[in-house]
């Protein structure tokens, strides 16, 4: 089963400075039909988590273009440019492309 | 949208069953997975279940005590936790969407306590 590790755990970023984190899974995500589920969530305190990028790339609905992502089989990155209160949370990466589905550990990120 | 059963408390060893409604008649099509987060700790995907086929998957470590199912006739899905223990107590979160957990429910608290 894939194993999720995401880096850094902790990260602290001044504001409008950009920030960066990386998830390995443990075997390729390249699942059956060719497409990578690799996905990123932003989650806030007592808050649902929400989606900001799926398969590898694509931004969800209403994300600012600030998130960028790339990757593919094992190593996978999220960049947050020009960051933003808002932005602080904890930041998960999810493989959906084996089962079972498994999150990264997450990796908080605050206002420095 | 999903609307989420409201916060159980359950004393150990015994089971709960959280509940979530779909808003949308998509509900047919979707697959409605259940992931939860437990006393600070990270996400941790439960299980989900496809709803047109019934067929679902479970993580390995819930495998023997969850089971998830739907009512199609409600829109609503399932998860029926059995053997509850202290580390159960967080909160339960049901999520839908095509290829990501795009649409997510408020969360369910479930205390575990004796």
């Known amino acids: 089963d894939p194993v999720m590790t995401q880096t850094p755990l902790f990260s602290s970023v001044a504001l409008g400075q950009s920030a960066s984190i990386s998830c390995r899974s443990s075997?390729?995500?390249?699942?059956?039909?060719?497409?990578?589920?690799l996905s990123w969530l932003h989650q806030r305190p007592g808050q649902p988590p929400r989606l900001l990028i799926y398969?590898?790339?694509k931004r969800f609905s209403g994300v600012p273009d600030r998130f960028s992502a790339s990757g593919a089989e094992t190593y996978f990155t999220l960049t947050i440019n020009a960051l933003e209160t808002d932005d602080v949370g904890v930041y998960y990466c999810?493989?959906?492309?084996?089962?079972?589905?498994?999150f990264g550990p997450g990796t908080r990120v605050e206002i420095k | 949208q999903l609307v989420q059963s409201g916060a159980e408390v359950k004393k150990p060893g015994t089971s709960v069953k959280l509940s979530c409604k779909a808003s949308?008649?998509?509900?047919?099509?979707?697959?409605m997975q259940w992931v939860r987060q437990t006393r600070g700790q990270p996400l941790e995907w439960i299980g989900w279940?496809?709803?047109?086929?019934?067929?679902?998957d479970y993580a390995h470590k819930f495998r023997e005590r969850a089971t998830i199912t739907t009512d199609m006739s409600a829109r609503t899905a399932y998860l029926e936790m059995t053997g509850l223990t202290l580390d159960d107590t967080g909160v339960y979160y049901c999520?839908?969407?095509?290829?990501?957990?795009?649409?997510w429910g408020r969360g369910a608290l479930l205390a575990v306590s004796t």
């Open positions: 999520a839908t969407g095509g290829v990501a957990p795009a649409i």
């Open positions: 949308e008649y998509t509900f047919r099509k979707s697959a």
């Open positions: 279940i496809v709803v047109a086929n019934g067929d679902t």
């Open positions: 075997e390729s995500l390249v699942s059956r039909d060719g497409e990578t589920y």
């Open positions: 398969k590898v790339s």
């Open positions: 999810l493989q959906s492309s084996k089962f079972p589905h498994s």
